[in-house]
């Protein structure tokens, strides 16, 4: 029988009272170089821990080894990803699907390949026969994300060889899994609308005929209607959040748990769980959280009243009072941030239609501004930029997504690149990843119970 939960919850917080000190470890044994934490050297760059092809993240190089900033760049496979986004921008095109087929076999597909791409990842769109019923409709969650890694974990009971590592096993389950990804998170947010919201139930199952963006928007609305427009510019979303290197801390869980040896729903249903964590990404919904502050207390635009509000904000006396100004800064990119540059380019034209105008020129002025105020700080010794973040929790709202579904969609984009660097780690890395950590415990004798105090 379960224990009360009000009997539990006063247990545990008696015990945690005294017992905080145990698990708080003193600042003076991180000093020194011995101990990277957060796997970061000393200047902010990262602890190298391994070599990959997939994707490249460049915002400085090292000069006698000292950091230079440069422009952002951003690389799929040696593609520089503008030069992706610019193409399919200029044609029109849906190029979420050639992303993923580059970042799983390494070159850019030919049309025939990229048709015969499309034809196996539209059959991978449909989920196992009742595994909506059962994992989905029966067990419904407040949270898409946990629901999504929930439901990548079950599809393993629907692989008749879900244990194998062959390159071939893991990159059928990987095709199979950016297929299904877009219909579980649609199918999981109509369930939480209804069970939790009240609202009717509308399930509606993937048109074969359509690209990734289209499905997505087709499904979670209740008269699946969507313009060509709005398609393309979520197709624009998903191409840049595909990849992302591999230091970024979803990918690296996804190499780490691989390289344990286990199966793929593991690794990637641990990834998922990394990207639900808010510092990781939420930061856009926590983007558009700052912005309805900022609407609320400058609902003009004045830079006056825009810097007083980001002041505020430092200060820890608006906001949510984390101190932080949110979309501002990144662990890599310095000078800019590529795909920052690229929603700006090609969302601006959208907002300024459809009554978005006020909300992206209070960002533009937030990055305008807040910038040299971070800088002015001392927080940063480099330059910073705005990030992909600024942007693209407002992109979402433009296009009617509510922020529940905000970082499902960077899982729905970035699972192309989970499972590249899957495979990846499976037949390059071949050895467990497994840092070290310094124990700062006191040795002490065993006290029989009975002399206790």
Known sequence: ???????????VELLCSEVEDQYTIDPHYYEGDAIKRGLRNADGTGVMAGVTRIGSVQGYYLRDFEKVPIPGELYYRGINVTKIVDRHAAEQSFGYEEVAYLLLFGTLPTREQLRSFNTILTGARRLPDGFFEDMILKAPSKNIM????????????????????????????????????????????????????????????????????????????????????????LDLMLILHAEHGGGNNSTFVCRTVTSSGTDTYSAIAAAVGSLKGSLHGGA?????????????????????????????????????????????????????????????KYARTIADRNGFAQDFDLLESVERIGIPMLMESNRFAL????????????????????????????????????CAHRLEEILSGRRIIRPAYRSSMQLTDYVPIDERG
């Open 383 to 418: 330059p910073i930029c705005a990030n992909v973040d600024l942007y693209s929790g407002l992109v979402y709202a433009m296009l009617g997504i509510p922020s529940d579904l905000f970082t499902p969609l960077f899982a729905i984009a970035r699972i192309s690149g989970w």
């Open 1 to 11: 029988m379960r224990a009360d939960k009000q009997e539990l919850n006063k247990y």
């Open 284 to 344: 856009n919904a926590k983007v558009m959280e700052m912005l309805g502050y900022l609407r609320e207390a400058v609902p003009e635009n004045d830079d006056a009243a825009v810097k007083d509000f980001l002041y505020k904000l430092l200060r820890g006396e608006a906001g949510d009072g984390s101190g932080k100004i949110y979309g501002l800064g990144h662990a890599v990119y310095t000078l800019s941030d590529p795909r920052a540059q690229a929603v700006k």
């Open 146 to 233: 946990n629901k999504l890694e929930r439901s990548v974990l079950a599809l393993y009971s629907y692989d008749d060889q879900p244990d194998d590592t062959s390159l071939e096993n893991v990159m059928r389950q990987s095709i199979e899994l950016i297929g299904c990804f877009p219909t579980i998170v649609a199918h999981a947010y109509a369930v939480k609308r209804h069970i939790f919201g009240q609202h009717s139930l509308y399930i509606h199952n993937p048109d074969e005929r359509l690209s990734v963006a289209e499905n997505f928007l087709r499904m979670i609305r209740k008269d699946k209607s969507y313009t060509r427009e709005e398609a393309l510019l």
